[in-house]
């Protein structure tokens, strides 16, 4: 394939004409007229050997082909749209731009939101956008952090890739306040014993490996998806579950539970942000990873202080 010899206002055109479906609705989406939006899917067509658009009735429908570049072309026009928006110098407190960082509920709540009252502090006219982790974070990596500013995840998921350290966090066990079997220590048989809630995302599993190699299998009654709702899901029953002491600190308060100190020495957690090479020298992602690491190292000060 030459590239040299594609037209890139294509992808724009093929973006509107796949999701909307419609050439009259993707050419007013891209401020284009009919008859030239016309034009643009007929380039399509020759250039893909396929309609791409099928009409059904008294409407469009994607082919086989469509629906494959449906996904591919939103990959293609966001990696497109980062790679033009790459600029030599930056100035926080003047710019306007967006940043989409991937996170977990817990990243967000524990340092994504120090990191927004930072970035309002100092740069008034950058966004924050954060979007939940995908569970194909592990098999797609390349792909998901071309499209991105960045990843915050801990270290021990995904590897071969830049990344800045932000803060250092450990594990801890929540149960009921009025939990009839526990004391003020965990035990092991506890832990094999007790109902589990936990976090059903398995990419963040380096905690979780710990446990099958000390020969514990947790008995999991309840599983989600984030890690806010954990506590509620303890309270008042005789379950236990796995969370970082940082969120734990935030979510105690509002719910009935205790914090314990697992009965065994736990791995530590070293949240880290990822991103992808295309963005190493860019300066305005220069700013952004300083600024995180510098909220990440006042984090890691606190306890200290």
């Known amino acids: 394939m030459n590239l040299s010899s594609l037209d890139l206002n294509l992808v724009v055109a093929l973006r509107a004409l796949l999701e909307e479906r419609n050439v009259t609705r993707a050419g007013q989406r891209v401020g284009l ?27 469009y429908e994607l082919t086989a082909l469509g629906q494959v ?8 026009y966001d990696l497109l749209e980062r790679l033009f928006a790459s600029q030599a110098d930056f100035d926080p407190a003047k710019e306007s731009r967006e940043f989409k960082l991937l996170a977990s509920d817990y ?7 120090e990191l927004a009252r930072v970035v309002h502090q100092e740069a008034p006219g950058i966004r924050l956008r954060f979007a939940q982790t995908p569970t194909t974070v592990v098999d797609a990596t390349d792909t998901l952090l071309s499209t991105t500013d ?8 995904i590897s071969d890739f830049p990344a800045t350290d932000l803060y250092e966090d450990r ?8 939990h009839p079997s526990v004391g003020d220590r965990l035990t092991r048989e506890d832990l094999a014993r007790l109902p589990w809630v936990t976090y ?10 710990q446990l099958g190699m000390l020969g514990i299998e947790p008995r999991v009654e309840v599983s989600v998806d984030v890690f806010q709702i954990m506590p509620l899901l303890v309270s008042g029953t005789r379950r236990i579950a796995l969370i970082q002491a940082r969120l734990a600190r935030l979510l105690a308060p509002l719910a009935a539970v205790r914090v314990l100190e697992p009965p065994y020495e736990a791995v530590p957690l070293r949240e880290a942000m990822w991103w992808h090479p295309v963005h190493t020298h860019d300066a305005a992602h220069i700013w952004l990873r300083e600024t995180a690491a510098r909220v990440g190292r006042r984090m890691d000060d606190e306890p200290r202080r």
């Open 171 to 178: 594990w801890v066990f929540l149960v009921a306040e009025d």
């Open 69 to 76: 570049l449906l996904d591919r072309v939103s990959t293609a």
């Open 107 to 113: 990243a967000v709540a524990v340092f994504g939101a």
């Open 200 to 209: 059903q995302r398995t990419y963040d599993a380096p905690a979780v490996r």
């Open 33 to 59: 007229s009919q008859p030239a939006m016309s034009a643009a899917l007929s380039r399509l067509r020759r250039h893909f050997d396929d309609d791409l658009l099928a009409r059904v009735g008294g409407h």
């Open 150 to 157: 960045g990843l915050l995840m801990p270290h021990g998921v």
